[in-house]
């Protein structure tokens, strides 16, 4: 066995997974590697989270995963979370909640706050034993899975062509309006957007708006046809635009159709405008 390979079997012992905290042990010796990312600031009280799959956190071969990624988590002073960056609404900061010693602690990072560390670093330690990402007495606790998942987003949202970020900008007030209106009754909103070229109009916007079945009113109908109506005239008089719009029942909505039709999730990030602020509200979709 290499001593790399002894490494590995030292760091899978002391049972590092997706979601460990670095101890100070190991953070101190990740700065003093020439990669360390000098102009993310870490302070003692900060949390470093290991986001790499388990899998390859846990991979036999050193040469296969070199390096795991890290998320910076820092305390939160406010009396309590921002509603507009949990669970994953804002898809540049997330707010969520960990223990030290079995005691709640408020959390939040940036989503640009994340780099790569020696993974055989982690066989010099196990993981922080005190501080610990979520509610481990809970069952089930969701606050790894929306971490990750928030992660994700971060390349999994749709991307627009400058052109039309710039004639959609006529509408982004009035549909974020809608969202965050309607935030109790939309599930999820999807978009499948086309780039038509040189037609006319160029780009063609296909929405799906799901609703959540707990909220579909006895005249379906009715409300179905008040939702798609609204929606289509916060596109009203934007140049270049068609918007088909259809509001849908979640249940009758399936992944099948998301994929087959090439829809994808559609929230507030929707555009990225430098002016775009960090603290706007969110639609809770």
């Not at 910076?72 to 707010?95: M, Q």
């Amino acid at each position: 066995m290499t001593e790399a390979q002894a490494q590995i079997a030292a760091l899978r012992g002391h049972g590092w997974q997706q979601g460990s905290v670095l101890p100070p042990s190991v953070v101190a010796a990740a700065q003093k590697n020439s990669r360390w990312p000098h102009h993310i600031a870490v302070g003692p009280d900060d949390w470093l989270i290991v986001v790499s799959h388990a899998c390859d956190l846990r991979n036999r071969k050193p040469e296969n995963e070199p390096e795991v990624e890290v998320l910076v988590a820092r305390p939160y002073a406010g009396r309590k979370a921002d509603s507009r960056e949990t669970h994953g609404k804002n898809s540049r900061r997330l707010h969520f909640e960990g223990e030290v010693s079995r005691t709640t602690i408020r959390l939040v990072a940036h989503a640009n706050e994340r780099f790569a560390i020696d993974r055989l670093l982690l066989a010099d330690a196990p993981p922080d034993q005190q501080r610990v990402v979520g509610h481990p007495g809970q069952t089930p606790d969701p606050t790894l899975q929306v971490l990750i998942t928030w992660i994700a987003k971060r390349y999994l949202r749709q991307a627009f062509p400058d052109e039309f970020d710039q004639v959609a900008s006529q509408a982004k007030q009035k549909v974020d309006d809608f969202l965050i209106k309607h935030a109790s009754e939309i599930l999820g909103a999807y978009i499948a957007f086309a780039d038509r070229g040189n037609r006319d109009p160029r780009f063609h916007l296909e929405f799906r708006i799901a609703i959540k079945t707990k909220t579909v009113l006895v005249d379906w109908p009715a409300q179905k046809a008040a939702l798609e109506e609204t929606f289509e005239t916060c596109w009203k008089g934007v140049p270049n635009v068609e918007v088909e719009v259809a509001a849908v029942q979640a249940s009758h909505f399936s992944i099948g159709e998301i994929y087959e039709g090439k829809f994808m999730k559609f929230d507030r990030d929707w555009i990225s405008y430098a002016e775009d602020t960090e603290g706007e509200p969110a639609p809770e979709a």
